[in-house]
């Protein structure tokens, strides 16, 4: 579900009302998942790429964030929707809220980072993964596949971060190293107590799910919100 069409139905609905009109409609076995789902979601952590090269890398870092609990993943300058690539998600943008930025201002500025601290992924940075903060949120930042982040992007983090390593590689590749991160920041952030969803939050994820979760035609005459035609 895109922002625009969800900002569209819940001009005339709540999120509550859009759920419970929803439910009937799907299984039980569909509404259990989305339970889970929500239960295990993380939003104290998300991860941005700047400039991917690749974007099958990006989408990798979306399927990887989906399976471990991250929020939200943010895209800045690049080409088309390196987010959405069905063959490498396996549709797993569904179910993260998905970012695309033109800038590294407007990435910056969005109010999903407010209060936020940004870390940016470099291999002579000041901090080890293991050293990042877990009582705050966070987002992960990692570089273009060749020429890592820019020096625009790093004047403007919190920090850096590099992954220790230990054989004779010097670096890894953008997903694996999203990967890592990703695992180790959100099972110590867990570990600590973390905050979960909000009642706001959970409900606006669970409209959201269960408006994916069936048919737009069903969703726009149960709700009275017309489709927009492509």
């Known amino acids: 579900m895109d922002d625009r069409t969800y900002a569209r139905i819940t001009e005339v609905h709540s999120p509550e009302h859009v759920a419970q009109t929803l439910q009937p409609y799907l299984t039980d076995a ?4 989305i339970d889970r789902l929500l239960a295990g979601r993380l939003p104290s952590i998300q991860v941005a790429i700047e400039a991917p090269s690749d974007p099958h890398n990006a989408a990798a870092v979306v399927r990887t964030s989906e399976a471990l609990g991250v929020l939200g993943v943010h895209v800045i300058a690049t080409e088309g929707r390196a987010l959405h690539a069905k063959a490498t998600t396996q549709g797993s943008y569904r179910w993260v809220r998905t970012h695309h930025h033109d800038t590294l201002q407007t990435f910056l500025d969005h109010e999903a980072l407010a209060d936020v601290a940004v870390y940016g992924a470099w291999m002579d940075a ?3 993964l293991g050293e990042l903060p877990v ?4 987002c992960l930042l990692f570089g273009n596949e060749n020429r890592g982040l820019s020096a625009e992007a790093r004047a403007a983090c919190t920090g850096g971060f590099r992954i220790p390593m230990v054989g004779m590689s010097e670096s890894l590749n953008l997903s ?3 990967a890592i991160s990703l695992y180790d920041v959100t099972n110590r952030h867990r570990a600590a ?3 979960r969803l909000s009642e706001a939050q959970r409900a606006e994820m669970m409209a959201r799910h269960y408006l994916d979760s069936v048919d737009d035609r069903l969703w726009s005459s149960l709700l009275g919100v017309p489709r927009e035609r492509p």
């Open 30 to 33: 569909r509404r259990e998942k």
């Open 126 to 128: 000041e901090h080890t």
């Open 135 to 138: 009582d705050r949120p966070l």
């Open 176 to 178: 694996v190293s999203a």
């Open 193 to 195: 107590g973390a905050a």
